[in-house]
């Protein structure tokens, strides 16, 4: 069946940096764009980024762009996102997923920015 596995996720300074992983199985990833998006407390999901996907099609939440990177690796089936410059407003867990509403993401990664 189709699995989503996040991890990489942990407590950091503000202005600090994670690189964040999602395996994935079950489904044809090279073949399938991918997406992270995040819930941060008593909030609703949040789009954060798309990659199509070959990896030529990146976009980006205009919050995260200039801080944040997705990649993917197809010959492995994982999907990352490096996050740089983090900010208190980034705490959140973080999920990757097959659509932008977030639509069977995984168990999802706590990220939390905090001094």
């Known amino acids: 069946q189709v699995q989503l596995v996040e991890s990489g996720g942990g407590w950091v300074q503000p202005g600090g940096s994670l690189r964040l992983s999602c395996a994935a199985s079950g489904f044809a990833f090279s073949n399938v764009t991918m997406y992270w998006v995040r819930q941060a407390p008593g909030k609703g999901l949040e789009w954060v980024s798309t990659i199509s996907s070959t990896g030529r099609f990146i976009d980006y939440r205009d919050s995260m762009k200039g801080r944040f990177t997705i990649s993917r690796d197809n010959a492995k089936n994982t999907l990352y996102l490096q996050m740089n410059s983090l900010k208190s407003e980034d705490t959140a867990v973080y999920y990757c997923?097959?659509?932008?509403?977030?639509?069977?993401r995984g168990q999802g990664t706590q990220v939390i920015v905090s001094s």
């Open positions: 997923a097959r659509d932008a509403l977030g639509s069977g």
